[in-house]
């Protein structure tokens, strides 16, 4: 049974990136030059971003963190019956009403940061499923003994870094934590999205946080099943995931000496995400490159789709964090920065799909052509998409805003016009990511049927 409920948090996971693939093409048009100006698209684009970003983020990511925990508890009674069914029918309820608000007549798009809201009573009620199926999960394991690799436990590429798995919990615990925290500490405000922004900004930093530490995670199982031989001297690996973990533990002191409201706190979370989000996978990008350079043969190999996905991950990940730092006032470099740091981060999980794929009884990927072309389509795709951000960003053009683009320089139309060529690549590489994952699923299963 265990095995069957790890595999449902991956499905959930590829059907809220198919959900956000569509919403992406409203936000492709509504900036596109030649469709910018069509009602229909203005109308949508908040919405659209809304979801697109809910889902692709915030669902996609904590399906990938649930996945993980259920495979590491593999083997172990629960302590609560059906807690993990539990978890996973709070999830499944909560995609579908986060997929549904956009169509609330009545409902608002507020573009706070780090998790963007309609205000719909469908979607705070799919917000606080979702939550809820991540406090149930968080039970589930802490309830149990992480497997050391045994007989019990098949997935020996997850068990190999159980002790940095472990890491992740109380990461997570403090996100839900500083959510509630912040709540508790907001003022009545009359601008709803400011309040949005004040109350999602100490969570979403720390969240932010436990994705990191999943990714690197990540990373390491698709490096070692790369070459076998691959490894980080123990002691420095720790050292890695201790900073992330330590980094969250301070969440409670910026609560107890600034406000949710106050600037410093914002402050502290910024620089806290700067020092355990970006140094420490930074520090294991150098450690993992060296070796894709040096066996570059294994881009034809049968594990090549493994190859592809963690060079492109690597490739967003470190652009993106680049171009935060040449982040000046609110345009929409911001968004191309997010976008290259949040792509590398989804390409790594794409990795780990096709990965883990032939351990729950499906097809094997890995040595596809088309699964190696996809991250591929898919990162390039991205790296044009976010480019163009960045370099109308240097024209002043406005984050989370459609259109804007009459008597405005040619370079801000060229600039808009790579952005949705790249847009349009990358959502025929998510969709490929889908039809992949779809194929590997059926035709094992008509494989089975026809025996």
Known sequence: MQKSLSRYWLLLGVLALAIAGLFSLVLVLARAPETAQIALFDDMFHKALVVHVDLSVLVWFLSIACLMWSMAAQGSRQVFPFLEEAALICFVLGTLLIAASPFDPNGVALMSNYIPVITSPAFFLGLALLFCGVGAMLVRVVSCKLQVASKKNEFSLLTTYNLPLATTLP?????????????????????????????????????????????????????????REFHVYTAHLYILFAIGLVTSLCTPWAYLHHRAYDLSQHEFFTHMMILAGGIAPTILVLWIMPGLITFRHWRLGNKRALYSTLAMSFILFVYGNILGALIEGQNVVIPAHYHGAIVGVTLGFMGLAYLLLPKFGWRDVTGWKFAYWQPIIYGGGQLLHISGLAWSGGYGVLRKTPGGLDDVATGVKIAMAIMGVGGLLAIIGGFMFVVVIAVAIFSRADARAAR
């Open 171 to 227: 990461i997570a615990f403090m996100a839900i934590v500083a959510f509630l925290w912040s709540y508790h500490q907001m003022p009545h405000m009359s601008e709803a999205e400011e309040y949005c922004d004040m109350l999602f900004w100490g969570g979403g930093h720390v969240l932010q946080l436990l994705h990191v530490q999943m990714v690197m995670i990540a990373w390491l199982m698709l490096a070692r099943a790369l070459r």
